[in-house]
C-alpha cells in the first residue's frame, strides 16, 4: 500500500511517498505520506513506513526495511511552525527519520523519530530506537531499547541492552576484528539488494 498522508494542523501539505523505480515494496508494506525511499532499497512484508505525522522520513540506497519494521516519528510541525527538538539534520537537510545508507533494520525493528540511524548499520531484530542517534558502522544487537542517547561510530550494542544514559552510550564498546557481527550486515545487505532485484525483475506488484 502506497499513497499519501492527510492534511492535519500538524501536517499542511498532502505529500506522495518519492519512491526510486529500483526499490521495491511489497505488496503488504506500506509507505505512506513523506517518505522518501532510495535505490534498490527492500521493504518487506508487513513493513510500516508512515510519514504522516513526523516528517520527511527518509531510507537511503540499499537500506532493507524487514518485514513488521515500523518507522514513525513524532510530529515535526504545528499549527504551520516545525518543531526543531523532533528533527534531524543531515547534510544540512532535516528529517524526522534518517535511515543512512546500507543500513539492515532487522524483523520488527522500531525506528521512532527523532531519530537517525547511519550507513552501515545493522539494527537487530525486535529493537526499539527513539529519540537517538546511532553512528555509522554499528550493530545495535537484537532486543535492544536506544533511547535519547547517540552512539558513536563503530560501536556495538549488546544484545537486550537498554540504553538510556549518554555516559552508558559513550561506553559501548567498540567493534574489533574478532567482533563476532563484524560483517553481519554486509551479507543482509547483499541478501537484500538482490531480492528488490529480483523482485523488480519479477513484476510483483
Known amino acids: 500500500m502506497i499513497h499519501e498522508n492527510v492534511i492535519t494542523d500538524f501536517s499542511r501539505e498532502e505529500c506522495q511517498p518519492q519512491i526510486d523505480d529500483t526499490a521495491?515494496?511489497?505488496?503488504?508494506?506500506?509507505?505512506?505520506?513523506?517518505?522518501?525511499?532510495?535505490?534498490?532499497?527492500m521493504v518487506s512484508p508487513f513493513a510500516s513506513v508512515r510519514g504522516d505525522e513526523g516528517q520527511p522520513l527518509c531510507v537511503s540506497d540499499e537500506a532493507n526495511v524487514q518485514d513488521g519494521v515500523i518507522i514513525h516519528a513524532l510530529e515535526t510541525e504545528q499549527d504551520g511552525k516545525p518543531i526543531e527538538k523532533n528533527m534531524v539534520e543531515v547534510d544540512g537537510k532535516k528529517y524526522a527519520?534518517?535511515?543512512g545508507k546500507r543500513v539492515s533494520l532487522a524483523h520488527?525493528?522500531?525506528?521512532?523519530?527523532?531519530?537517525?540511524?547511519?550507513?552501515?548499520?545493522?539494527v537487530g531484530m525486535q529493537s526499539l530506537v527513539f529519540k537517538s542517534s546511532i553512528g555509522s558502522g554499528c550493530v545495535i544487537e537484537p532486543g535492544c531499547i536506544v533511547m535519547g542517547v547517540r552512539v558513536a561510530?563503530?560501536?556495538?550494542?549488546?544484545?537486550?541492552t537498554v540504553l538510556k544514559s549518554q555516559k552508558d552510550a559513550d561506553s559501548m564498546p567498540e567493534i574489533t576484528p574478532d567482533y563476532a557481527f563484524k560483517d553481519l550486515n554486509k551479507g543482509v545487505v547483499h541478501v537484500n539488494?538482490?531480492?528488490a532485484d529480483g523482485y523488480n525483475k519479477k513484476g510483483i506488484k
Request: proline share 6%.
Open 193 to 195: 539488494t538482490h531480492l
Open 97 to 99: 527519520v534518517y535511515v
Open 108 to 122: 520488527q525493528v522500531q525506528i521512532h523519530g527523532p531519530s537517525l540511524v547511519g550507513d552501515d548499520t545493522f
Open 153 to 160: 561510530d563503530g560501536r556495538y550494542v549488546p544484545a537486550g
Open 24 to 41: 521495491y515494496i511489497h505488496p503488504l508494506a506500506a509507505v505512506i505520506g513523506n517518505a522518501i525511499i532510495g535505490k534498490r532499497v
